[in-house]
T-cell receptor, first 113, second 115 residues
């Protein structure tokens, strides 16, 4: 079964608003990553947070990690129409250095101009 | 750099036919993997490889074979296509990381339809 579950499955907001997506996972992890997928394209890495970190920022992205609750959130501030995409969390499921990631089901974000 | 290149982009097969999805990376990454993406299911790992000559099964390996004879190439073979294998397939690669944090680079995907 898949490691991650994401919430909500779909999100629609106006340009300029903030978008928050949540991810829960089942097993212990070494790190958690977020990826973005534009329609019809491959996934692109956004940000990685290690299990000993609680918060990380990259531009308009803010990621939090709560290992006690096995959950993470991705916040996109001041959203733009170009942020319209699907967003996936992924963990190594504690598998270590294998290049093997387990993905959540994704959140589809629509940002209306 | 081309990154991760997948071919073909689109393919239609009849049930029972076999085919190979090609994947090549030019970044000298040690790790490669294949995922399938179905609506509402996210990405599921089919097979992965930690280096030339080494492969292992992921979550949904049945009906698929892989081999890794070179660092660059990681083809995915469908032995006898079934309608349940209709999906979008993604190949990904990542470098070995001293910290164990493997960031994947994905190909553009191969859309397969099995009739």
């Amino acid at each position: 079964s898949q490691q991650g579950e994401e919430d909500p499955q779909a999100l629609s907001i106006q340009e300029g608003e903030n978008a928050t997506m949540n991810c829960s996972y089942k097993t212990s992890i070494n790190n958690l990553q977020w990826y973005r997928q534009n329609s019809g394209r491959g996934l692109v890495h956004l940000i990685l947070i290690r299990s000993n970190e609680r918060e990380k920022h990259s531009g308009r992205l803010r990621v939090t990690l709560d290992t006690s609750k096995k959950s993470s959130s991705l916040l996109i501030t001041a959203s733009r129409a170009a942020d319209t995409a699907s967003y996936f969390c992924a963990t190594d499921a504690g598998s270590g250095n294998t290049g093997k990631l387990i993905f959540g089901q994704g959140t589809t974000l629509q940002v209306k101009p | 750099n081309a990154g991760v290149t997948q071919t073909p982009k689109f393919q239609v097969l009849k049930t029972g036919q076999s085919m190979t999805l090609q994947c090549a990376q030019d970044m000298n990454h040690e790790y490669m993997s294949w995922y399938r993406q179905d609506p509402g299911m996210g990405l599921r790992l089919i097979h992965y490889s930690v280096g030339a000559g080494i492969t292992d099964q992921g979550e949904v390996p049945n009906g698929y074979n892989v081999s890794r004879s070179t660092t660059e190439d990681f083809p995915l073979r469908l032995l006898s296509a079934a309608p349940s294998q209709t999906s979008v397939y993604f190949c990904a690669s990542s470098p070995r990381s001293a910290s164990g944090a493997n960031v994947l680079t994905f190909g553009a995907g191969s859309r397969l339809t099995v009739l």
